[in-house]
């Protein structure tokens, strides 16, 4: 069945959204409409429907306040090079999604149903998807309780949600080696517990440390695992890779994926990627120690964060209570760079998908 869309009626005009998306940073501009889709249980998914953006009603009862049912994800539309759109890996998107709201007693969303949701939208406001160096159309798609109960169960009524924004990047002054605070105190998540969903409640656990960061001025902590605090795992939201060696003596390691981890989008490209230009990985436990003494002796030459929203960013600088010490002088390493520059290369239409993992939403003109 096709969206039920309602356009708005204060559309704005070209000139002004020309102007808009020549700096549109990241997460302040949104796109002119939104997807919404209801569940109630034993009636399942109600049907599509596109609204203009804006504010929604929810009553303070409901659960998604209460006891955090909530997931959500993060993905993007290009402008290629042959001015069409396109969306990288929605199909994974859609599947990690059902990941995660399995692990929080959430109701699926069909694969077809969520992809259908981001080719109406990217379709209806492809003006909002910008050009410019860098540039993308940040999609979020988020799902969350909204029945009216107190008791500590699962939610029987659901929402779902498609909005966009034109964004720059991610880090402010573009991209560059963020600083980062190795985190002794706090964990993001423990074995059983939700690391490998994308579950809202994750990102406010993180927030202190996250405070903790900037005190000290970091751009990002990285997380160790709950239990020996010994095993990196995460840089903020986003898997780490770190490289050893340089020249023809090069190879990636990136922490396995124990169930405490995020399993990236982003991670498991640059896995195929690494392969494809030759590049051997290892997916295996690292330790702060092992990193420590790799930077100190030089067999560690690169550490890299990968992510959505990202795509690659170096680190170039990290601190703890015990460390302070700097990567590669805090440069730009040539594995990420010619690993970033291949992805961006393959999400733009620049070169040829091998893969398939571009789905063209907007043919060109």
Not at 5 to 14: E, F, K, S
Not at 46 to 64: E, H
Not at 258 to 282: C, F, H, K, N, W
Request: hydrophobic share 45%.
């Amino acid at each position: 069945m096709a969206p039920i869309v309602q356009t708005t009626a204060n559309p704005i005009d070209a000139a002004t959204r020309a102007t808009l998306l020549e700096n549109p940073g990241f997460g302040l501009l949104f796109g002119e409409h939104m997807v919404r889709i209801d569940y109630v249980a034993g009636e399942g998914w109600g049907p599509t429907t596109i609204v203009p953006y804006g504010p929604i009603s929810i009553p303070p009862t409901a659960a998604v306040f209460h006891y955090a049912q909530a997931a959500f994800e993060g993905l993007k539309a290009y402008r290629l090079a042959d001015g069409g759109v396109g969306v990288f890996r929605p199909f994974a998107n859609a599947r990690r999604m059902n990941s995660s709201a399995r692990r929080l007693a959430m109701p699926e969303l069909p694969e077809e149903r969520f992809v259908e949701a981001i080719d109406a939208l990217v379709t209806l406001d492809q003006g909002w998807v910008p050009n410019g160096d860098g540039q993308t159309l940040y999609l979020r798609p988020v799902m969350f309780a909204t029945e009216e109960v107190l008791q500590v169960r699962p939610s029987s009524r659901f929402s779902f949600f498609l909005i966009s924004s034109p964004s720059g990047s991610y880090f402010t002054g573009g991209v560059k080696p963020v600083a980062v605070w190795v985190s002794e105190e706090y964990s993001r998540a423990a074995p059983g517990g939700t690391g490998a969903a994308k579950a809202s409640g994750n990102y406010a656990a993180s927030l202190a440390a996250q405070l903790e960061a900037q005190e000290a001025g970091c751009d990002q902590v990285v997380w160790l695992d709950a239990i020996e605090r010994t095993t990196i795992e995460e840089m903020g939201g986003m898997n780490l890779f770190f490289v050893f060696g340089e020249g023809a003596d090069v190879r990636l390691v990136t922490p396995e994926l124990t169930g405490t981890l995020l399993p990236g989008i982003t991670r498991e490209s640059l896995l195929q990627l690494a392969a494809d230009l030759g590049y051997p990985v290892d997916v295996r436990r690292i330790t702060i120690d092992e990193w420590r003494a790799g930077n100190s002796d030089g067999t560690i030459s690169e550490v890299f964060a990968c992510g959505t929203a990202a795509v690659i960013t170096p680190v170039g600088h990290v601190k703890s209570r015990s460390d302070d010490f700097s990567i590669r002088g805090g440069a730009f390493g040539p594995v990420a760079a010619r690993l970033r520059e291949a992805l961006l290369a393959i999400q733009t239409g620049a070169a040829p998908d091998l893969h398939g993992w571009l789905r063209i939403v907007v043919s060109a003109s």
